[in-house]
């Protein structure tokens, strides 16, 4: 997310060949994300990690935001809208990582990166972004796949899983409301660091109370492979591309941006079946290839 500051409408303009090389690097990132937090898991609680990683990527934030002379605390009324966003960063993250204790890594890849049909939809009720019927079709491949996936029988597959996978789509439809947060109000004119130092900023007391009211603790010093893929989840995941995620959403249509997304589960099933021997079977796969199908046809481009 360079941080750019020449502001589309809100719409946002069509994407570049540099856009979308940075998206599929995010998708890239974010589809092996989930097995990094379930690793994490076995030294540190959720919300305690999540907070941890909050914490870090601040860090990074106000060092980005530093070098490259964004005033972070000036007034520009963009005080309200920054804390709405920062409130649903906060408890969207409170559900994944809550969620990813009772549903697998492959499993929480598909269903957390349902968020771009929410974002077509969102587009479509603020930002007036119109829906032809080859796309509201895709809405509903979309929703039939995520409700195959939930209802696939799976090897060891309970209805706490299914109580993870609800907290996973949940969280997917508050990453969308972020975006779509972002993109109609004044946070659309500032710097991407600001708008997302307030979702940042504002998630480590919410982890925080998450974690006091959970009563959790670090019952022993996390080994190394914890420490390291925290620090990957707090410096690169939350710090860098989230931040340029937010400075791609304020430039580009986010429908057509977040499209690009529907990538991410294929990473994210492929990477839960490799390193952490997720049970994967056929029916599984077709409905991973419905979400991803229906979101292809949902942001098909429109021809002249």
């Known amino acids: ?25 995010l998708c890239l990132t974010w589809g092996f994300n989930q097995i990094a937090i379930k690793l994490v898991l076995h030294d540190i609680p959720p919300y305690t990690q999540a907070m941890l990683r909050s914490a870090g990527a601040l860090l990074v934030i106000l060092a980005i935001a530093r070098m490259r ?40 890849a598909v269903f957390l990166y349902t968020m771009p049909f929410f974002v077509a939809f969102g587009s479509y009720q603020f930002l007036g972004e119109r829906l032809r019927p080859v796309q509201w079709a895709g809405l509903a491949v ?23 996978d609800l907290m996973i789509v949940a969280g997917a439809g508050l990453w969308a409301a972020t975006t779509l947060v972002v ?53 690169w995941v939350v710090g860098f591309t989230f931040l340029l995620w937010f400075g791609l959403i304020k430039t580009y249509s986010a429908s057509k941006l977040s499209a690009f997304t529907f990538i991410t589960p294929l990473f994210g099933v492929a990477a839960g079946y490799l390193i952490m021997g997720d049970h994967l079977t056929p029916a599984f796969g077709l409905a991973a290839l419905l979400v991803v199908a229906g979101l292809v046809l949902v942001n098909r481009p429109v021809r002249a």
């Open 1 to 25: 997310m360079s941080a750019e500051t020449i502001i589309s409408p809100p719409g946002g303009r069509a994407l570049t060949a540099g856009a979308i090389a940075l998206v599929l690097m």
């Open 69 to 108: 002379g964004v005033k972070l605390f000036e007034r520009d009324g963009t005080l309200k809208a920054g804390l709405f966003a920062g409130l649903l960063f906060g408890i969207e993250f409170v559900l994944i990582f809550h969620g990813l204790q009772f549903t697998t890594a492959s499993r929480a």
């Open 142 to 164: 979309s929703f039939a796949g995520v409700a195959v996936a939930i209802g696939v029988p799976q090897p060891d597959v309970t209805a706490d899983v299914l109580i993870g």
């Open 183 to 235: 993109k109609t109000t004044p946070l659309l004119y500032v710097a991407p660091e600001k708008a997302l130092g307030y979702q940042v900023g504002l998630s480590v007391p919410i982890l925080g109370l998450a974690a006091l009211l959970a009563g959790e603790t670090v019952t022993r010093v996390p080994g190394p492979l914890a420490l390291s893929l925290l620090s990957f989840q707090a410096f």
